[in-house]
């Protein structure tokens, strides 16, 4: 997961938003899901300002799947453990700042209509504006928060000895943010393991080899240039950029890259 930034606000969502926000309020009750539409048409904003990856899980996705994903959800919100009001944020259904673009993994099987808040939380209702009294335990990625400050990747065995290994997505020093957003967004499925262990493979581990093969010859214009090439994979147009901080650092030690080369890595934070 990390820190997206939108794009400014399209005009077409701006223009039907008082339409659709008006159509609602006639509806003499709470909306439900299958009342809300119109969102769509900021799809493809979305998907191309998140560099065509899903908000959560930093998988490149097409954009067929279609899934605008309502950081608030729309029609129902299950706020567990803050709070027992069930009420979805259909009022922030056309809300710029409240949409993201999400894999159906994530968002269908994942995330859904789950909204936890801290203990005690209190929960907006119909018509205020965000965050109000709300404590959000999930993650927002279009926020000033930065994931990687909070999630981070630890690879280690599925089971017992013998079984395969997976880099695991983790709460970094024990977040509690991270470890719901994690929970929530279902980051350690099947397919993502095998997702991000294929990226390492590939991507990742060739890098981290070039960089190690600079070290050992000690050719500093060789170790700013694979540096260079390494750490742009620590960027947002990227797959799994918090996944590339983690297993880059354990595969060329920061104390060994900062004896030839000044910068080292980045902190968690310098991460986007």
Same mark, same amino acid.
């Given at each position: 997961m990390i820190r997206i930034t939108r794009c400014k606000e399209p005009d077409r969502l701006s223009a039907i938003r008082p339409l659709k926000l008006a159509e609602l309020r006639l509806l003499g009750r709470e909306p439900v899901s299958d009342d809300i539409d119109g969102y769509k048409v900021v799809a493809e904003d979305l998907w191309s300002s998140q560099y065509f990856k899903c908000c959560y899980c930093e998988s490149k996705i097409p954009k067929g799947f279609n899934?605008?994903?309502?950081?608030? =959800?729309? #029609?129902? !919100?299950?706020? %567990? =453990? #803050? +709070? $027992? @009001?069930?009420?979805?944020? &259909? &009022?922030? $259904?056309?809300?710029?700042? %409240? @949409?993201?673009? !999400? /894999? =159906? #993994? /994530?968002?269908? +099987? #994942?995330? %859904?209509?789950?909204f936890p808040l801290a203990s005690k939380s209190k929960p907006l209702l119909a018509e205020l504006d965000p965050p109000g009294a709300e404590k959000p335990l999930l993650l927002d990625p279009g926020s000033a928060v930065n994931p990687v400050e909070h999630i981070e990747y630890v690879n280690s065995p599925a089971g017992g000895s013998g079984t395969p290994t997976y880099w695991w997505a983790r709460p970094r020093g024990g977040s509690v943010y991270g470890n719901m957003t994690i929970e929530v967004c279902k980051l350690n499925r099947l397919e993502l393991r095998e997702l991000r262990n294929d990226y390492v493979s590939n991507i990742l581990e060739p890098h981290a080899n070039a960089l190690n093969a600079a070290l050992l010859l000690g050719n500093k214009a060789?170790?700013?240039?694979?540096?260079?090439? $390494?750490? $742009? @994979?620590?960027? %947002?147009?990227? +797959?799994?950029?918090c996944l590339a901080f983690d297993v880059l650092r354990s595969l060329v030690p920061d104390d060994r890259l900062r004896t030839l080369n000044k910068h080292g890595w980045p902190s968690p934070h310098e991460v986007a």
């Open positions: 899934d605008v994903e309502h950081y608030r =959800p729309k #029609g129902e !919100a299950d706020r %567990n =453990p #803050g +709070s $027992a @009001l069930v009420h979805g944020y &259909w &009022w922030l $259904a056309f809300t710029w700042e %409240n @949409l993201l673009f !999400a /894999c =159906p #993994g /994530c968002n269908r +099987s #994942g995330k %859904n209509s789950q060789r170790i700013q240039q694979e540096y260079d090439r $390494a750490r $742009a @994979l620590m960027t %947002n147009r990227h +797959s799994y950029v």
